[in-house]
């Protein structure tokens, strides 16, 4: 499994409102459609004000195959706000996620 993080900083209350509605309602269907999808959270700290995304994929080829609409997404992000994020792309190593422990 490999997961892509996508990471912004400086993310205003505002660009967060705006920004979780993109991520739920134009990034994710188009992610979910994709094959390989294996998962997504994303995280928050208002503190700091960050945001990060992570994706799961089932290998390395689809993590790679999905990049295109992730970036599609990403360049229409940058122009509404300026922002332009880091990202990283991990090999799964390990995960633990008991059953029922999400929500």
């Given at each position: 499994m490999y997961s892509r993080v996508v990471r912004y900083e400086g993310v205003s209350e505002d660009e967060w409102e705006i920004g979780?509605?993109?991520?739920?309602?134009?990034?994710?269907?188009?992610?979910?459609?994709?094959?390989?999808f294996a998962g997504a959270y994303l995280f928050r700290d208002r503190e700091g004000e960050v945001t990060m995304s992570v994706t799961?994929?089932?290998?390395?080829?689809?993590?790679?195959?999905?990049?295109?609409?992730?970036?599609?997404?990403?360049?229409?992000?940058?122009e509404m706000t300026g922002r332009v994020p880091t990202i990283q792309t991990f090999?799964?190593?390990?995960?633990?996620?008991?059953?029922?422990?999400?929500?």
């Open positions: 979780a509605g993109w991520f739920r309602y134009d990034y994710l269907p188009v992610a979910m459609e994709a094959e390989g799961l994929w089932k290998d390395e080829a689809t993590a790679a195959g999905s990049g295109e609409a992730l970036r599609q997404h990403l360049d229409k992000w940058a090999e799964v190593v390990h995960a633990e996620i008991p059953t029922g422990s999400t929500g």
